[in-house]
């Protein structure tokens, strides 16, 4: 598999603007807008940070992935995910499957951005979600 970066980490937050007022008010970062991703029910907003970026998560719904995440960890954001860059995702995901490994998505599916993604089950991980992102 060509893993070629860090692409970016996914910081599951209660409040998005609460949020950015921290990460570009206090850090300098600069977001490059925020998108619905409606299949995941989340509000994302990324931020370039060198040669990777940082990903805030705002859950849209009381029962969203990210509102589940936030309750789990005690009512806190925290990081969700890691995601790494792979230049194929079909080949990435039949690495992992072909491994014996187990993927909790076997097609790819939309990413903010126009991403192409696919997780990869936090068993097989380590207990970290770990997203494969293809960017053209
Ligand atoms: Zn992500």
Do not use: W
Request: with cysteine.
């Amino acid at each position: 598999m060509n893993l070629t970066r860090v692409d970016h980490v996914g910081i599951a937050v209660e409040n998005l603007d609460e949020a950015l007022k921290f990460y570009e008010g206090v850090l300098g970062l600069k977001s490059t807008g925020k998108e619905v991703v409606e299949e995941q029910k989340v509000t994302v907003a990324f931020l370039p940070c060198g040669d990777s970026e940082l990903e805030l998560l705002e859950s849209t719904t009381p029962d969203g992935p990210i509102a589940r995440f936030i309750e789990k960890n005690g009512g806190r954001g925290g990081i969700q995910h890691v995601a790494v860059r792979v230049d194929n995702i079909e080949a990435a995901i039949k690495e992992v499957m072909d491994a014996g490994h187990r993927m909790l998505d076997e097609k790819p599916r939309y990413g903010a951005g126009g991403a192409r993604i696919a997780f990869v089950h936090p068993k097989t991980t380590g207990g970290v979600l770990l997203e494969l992102t293809e960017r053209k």
